[in-house]
C-alpha cells in the first residue's frame, strides 16, 4: 500500500513537472522582444504576410486562448508545423531521433564502463597512485568541452589515421552498422568527458559505505574481498551513483547539441541550432519540450529504481 | 582542560585558509594570472584584436606572432586575452545574476513552508531542460547580446544555486536561534537576511565556483555553435570555430583557445573543489 502510494505520489509530482515544463516552454517563445512572425519574416514582410505567420505559430487570439491549444496540441502530441521544413515538428524531431538517442545510449555506456570500475578501484585504494591518477584525469576531463576534444579527435583519428569518416552519419542508405560507426568518435568525445562525473561520484559513494559496519561485519565473516566491494559496499553505494547517472544523461542532451554539430550527425540538435538560427521557433518549443520531458521521464524510472535498490525509499 | 586555558586564537581567514590547500592555492594563482592578463589586455596585447593583416594569415607560431595568427592575419594570442575578458565577464555576471535569483528563490522554497511545493516544482521543472539547450533557446528568443546570454545562462543556473539555498535553509530554519528570533518578534526579512542568508553563504560560494566553470565551458560551445555572443566579439568559443575550417593547416587557431578553456574550468574547479573541502565537510568527501 505504501509502496503505491509512494509510486503514485512520484507519478504525479511528475505530472505536475511536465505541465510546469510546457509552460515554460510557452512563456519562453512568447518572451521574444517584438512579434515572433515578424522577426522570422524580416523587415520586407508585408502585414497579412505576418498576421498568416502568426496564426500558424499559433500566436493569434489572446494568450489564454493561445496557452489553451498549444497544451491541448501538446497532450496530442501535436507540436506545429516547421516553418522551413515545412512538415509537422513531430515527425522532423523523429526522423533525427536516431543519431541522438544512440549517441546518448553509447556516450552513456563509455563513461559508464570507464567510471564505474575506476571510481570503485579508487575508492578502494584511497591514496594510492591510481587514485591520484584517476582523481586528477577525471577532474581535467571535467574541464575539456566535448566539442574541442571531438575536433581533436577528427583531427587524430579521422584526417591522420583515417580510421573514420571526418564526419555525417553514413549518407542517405547506409546500413546500421555504417551508421553506428559514424557515432564512434563522437561517442567517445562525449563519454570520455561525462565519465568524470560519474568516476568522482562513483569514487565519493563507496568511500562513504566502505567504513560503514556492516562492510566490516562482512569482512569479519571471512567474505571475499571483491564480494564485501560489490555486494555489499557498491549496492548500497548505488543510489546517488544511479542519481548521478541520470544527470549525466541529461548533460549528455546538452552535450550532444554541440558535438552532433562538430561530427555532422543530423540528430536532433542540429537541427535545433540550424532552427535557433533560422528562427525555426515550433521546432525549437517542440525539441525542448521532448527533451526535457524525456528528463523527466528517466528521472522518475530512476525514484523507481531507487525503490525497488532501497525498500525503505519511500515518496 | 588544556584546550579551555588556551587562550582563543583567531581563525585564519578563508582566503589564508584556501592558500594554505596546494591544489587550491596554483588554481587561484592561474585564475589571477588570466584575470591581470584579461584585465590588462589592452596594455599588453601585442596587437590590435580586429586588425586584419592579409600577408600575414595562417602565420604559425613564433617570436613575432606567439600563438600564430588565423585566417584573417588576426593575432590569435591578442585574441585570447580579449576573449579572455569576455568569457570571464559572462561567467562573473552569470554567477551574480543566478546567485540573486536562486538565492530569493531557494531561500522562498526553504522558509516558507506553503511556498516549498510550487517553488520546488518549478524548480524541477527548470532543471528538467538540458543546460546549452535551453540556453539557445533562451537567446534565440531574446537575441543574441552579452546581455541576453547572461540572461539565459543565469535563467539556467539558477535552479542549480536555488536547490542548493533550499536545502540549507530547511535546516536552519528549524535551529534555536532562529526560532528564538522569531520568539522575538523579529521581522521575517531581517531573519531572512541576517540569521539564514549568512549561513548560507558557504555552500553559494561553493555552487557559484562551479557554476561558473559551467558557465565558462556553456558560453564556449554558445559562441562555438554561432547561437551566443555575436562573432564580432573574440570569444574562445568563436575562435575555436573559425580554426576548426583550418584544423589541417593552422592547427593552432583552435588548440590555444581549447587550451585556455581547459585551464581556466580547471583552475576554477580546483578552487571549488578546495572551497568546498573548507566549507562543506560534509561534502569533502574527495568528490
Request: charge should be positive.
Amino acid at each position: 500500500m505504501l509502496l503505491l502510494r509512494s509510486v503514485l505520489n512520484r507519478l504525479l509530482g511528475m505530472i505536475v513537472v511536465m505541465a510546469l515544463v510546457a509552460t515554460i516552454v510557452f512563456v519562453i517563445v512568447r518572451v521574444t522582444p517584438g512579434d515572433p512572425a515578424a522577426v522570422m519574416l524580416g523587415p520586407d514582410a508585408t502585414a497579412a504576410d505576418i498576421a498568416a505567420l502568426r496564426s500558424r505559430l499559433g500566436l493569434d487570439g489572446s494568450i489564454p486562448e493561445q496557452f489553451w491549444r498549444y497544451i491541448v496540441g501538446v497532450v496530442q502530441g501535436d507540436f506545429g508545423q516547421s516553418i522551413f521544413l515545412n512538415e509537422p515538428v513531430t515527425a522532423a524531431l523523429a526522423q533525427r531521433a536516431e543519431p541522438t538517442f544512440f549517441l546518448t545510449v553509447f556516450s552513456l555506456l563509455i563513461a559508464t564502463v570507464i567510471a564505474l570500475p575506476v571510481g570503485i578501484l579508487s575508492a578502494y585504494r584511497r591514496g594510492s597512485l591510481f587514485d591520484q591518477a584517476a582523481t586528477t584525469i577525471a577532474m581535467f576531463a571535467a574541464s575539456v568541452p566535448s566539442f574541442w576534444l571531438g575536433l581533436l579527435f577528427i583531427q587524430l583519428f579521422a584526417v591522420r589515421l583515417g580510421w573514420f569518416d571526418t564526419s555525417g552519419y553514413g549518407g542517405p542508405g547506409a546500413s546500421f552498422g555504417d551508421r553506428i560507426a559514424h557515432l564512434v568518435l563522437p561517442a567517445l568525445a562525449l563519454g570520455l568527458v561525462s565519465s568524470a562525473l560519474i568516476t568522482r561520484f562513483t569514487r565519493a559513494s563507496m568511500l562513504d559505505v566502505l567504513n560503514d559496519d556492516y562492510v566490516r561485519t562482512a569482512r569479519s565473516k571471512g567474505m571475499s574481498e571483491w564480494r564485501v566491494v560489490l555486494k555489499h559496499a557498491l549496492k548500497n553505494a548505488l543510489i546517488p551513483i544511479l542519481t548521478v547517472i541520470g544527470l549525466t544523461a541529461a548533460l549528455l542532451i546538452s552535450g550532444a547539441v554541440v558535438t552532433e554539430t562538430v561530427f555532422g550527425l543530423p540528430g536532433v540538435g542540429s537541427l535545433v541550432v540550424s532552427a535557433v538560427l533560422r528562427r525555426d521557433y515550433p521546432v525549437i518549443q517542440g525539441a525542448l519540450l521532448v527533451i526535457a520531458g524525456l528528463y523527466v521521464l528517466v528521472n522518475f524510472v530512476i525514484d523507481m529504481l531507487y525503490i525497488l535498490i532501497d525498500p525503505r525509499v519511500r515518496y | 582542560m588544556a584546550a579551555i586555558a588556551t587562550p582563543l586564537q583567531q581563525e585564519p581567514n578563508l582566503f589564508s585558509r584556501l592558500l594554505g590547500r596546494p591544489t587550491a592555492a596554483v588554481g587561484l594563482a592561474v585564475l589571477v594570472i588570466i584575470a591581470v592578463m584579461a584585465i590588462l589586455a589592452p596594455i599588453i596585447a601585442p596587437y590590435s584584436p580586429t586588425k586584419l593583416s592579409i600577408a600575414a594569415r595562417l602565420h604559425a607560431p613564433d617570436l613575432q606572432h606567439l600563438f600564430g595568427t588565423d585566417d584573417l592575419g588576426r593575432d590569435v594570442f591578442t585574441r585570447m586575452l580579449y576573449a579572455a575578458r569576455t568569457s570571464l565577464s559572462v561567467g562573473f555576471a552569470v554567477v551574480v545574476f543566478s546567485g540573486v535569483v536562486g538565492i530569493v528563490l531557494g531561500l522562498t522554497a526553504g522558509f516558507f513552508r506553503k511556498l516549498d511545493t510550487p517553488v520546488s516544482r518549478l524548480i524541477d521543472a527548470m532543471m528538467a531542460f538540458p543546460d546549452i539547450l535551453l540556453a539557445i533557446a533562451l537567446v534565440a528568443a531574446l537575441g543574441a547580446t552579452p546581455i541576453n546570454v547572461v540572461v539565459a545562462l543565469g535563467i539556467v543556473y539558477a535552479p542549480r544555486l536555488a536547490r542548493v539555498v533550499r536545502a540549507s535553509t530547511l535546516v536552519i530554519r528549524e535551529l534555536p536561534y532562529v526560532e528564538a528570533a522569531r520568539a522575538l518578534g523579529v521581522p521575517t526579512p531581517v531573519i531572512l537576511v541576517r540569521h539564514v542568508l549568512r549561513n548560507v553563504t558557504s555552500p553559494i560560494l561553493v555552487q557559484g565556483t562551479f557554476i561558473f566553470a559551467n558557465t565558462i565551458l556553456a558560453e564556449a560551445g554558445l559562441s562555438f555553435l554561432g547561437v551566443g555572443i555575436s562573432p564580432d566579439i573574440p570569444t574562445w568559443g568563436t575562435m575555436i570555430a573559425v580554426g576548426r575550417q583550418y584544423m589541417d593547416q593552422a592547427g593552432w587557431i583552435m588548440m590555444f583557445p581549447g587550451a585556455a578553456i581547459v585551464i581556466t574550468v580547471l583552475a576554477l574547479q580546483l578552487v571549488g573543489d578546495g572551497l568546498r573541502d573548507l566549507l562543506d565537510p560534509r561534502l569533502a568527501k574527495d568528490i
